[in-house]
């Protein structure tokens, strides 16, 4: 049985995430952490509540020792990460909570990931171990009337949420 950890769960794109994950797969275990900030609403989960794929914790990805104890009663196969303050008004009015979030709380992720999944004793990273960092095409700043982004595409934020997400 695989076992991811979900942040940003009850979000719009986490939770429509964890129906896709639940729907496509019979055995696997989403552990799903959520603030519950403005973004974040549980009736977006109603609907996978009593299913014991799914587990729901309330807390913040930048709160260390819920993530390291998290990684360690799991010992998860993948980590995705939408957690993220995401709104352009709100970054501009106060940045330092989107730097916090978006910046910090990512590092703890990857700090705890690293912590848990990399065997200093053989150098080796545990087999099969993912994490996916969700961003936002904001990151490359206006697209114009034509065109599309690519991969090659140089980064060019415009607000204090779009550079904390590069």
Known sequence: MKTYLITG??????SNFVYYMLKKHDDILLVNLDKL???GNLENLKG????KRHIFVQGDICDRELVTALF???DFDCVINFAAESHVDRSIANPEIFVQTNVMGTVNLLQRAKEAWYQPETKHWKA???YLQVSTDEVYGALGAEGFFMETTPLCPHSPYSSSKA
């Not at 769960?9 to 986490?14: D, S």
């Not at 996978?48 to 299913?51: I, L």
């Open 72 to 74: 360690k009663k799991y």
């Open 9 to 14: 769960c009850a979000g719009f794109i986490g």
């Open 48 to 51: 996978v509540e009593g299913d």
């Open 37 to 39: 900030t403005y973004a």
């Open 128 to 130: 099969g171990k993912k």
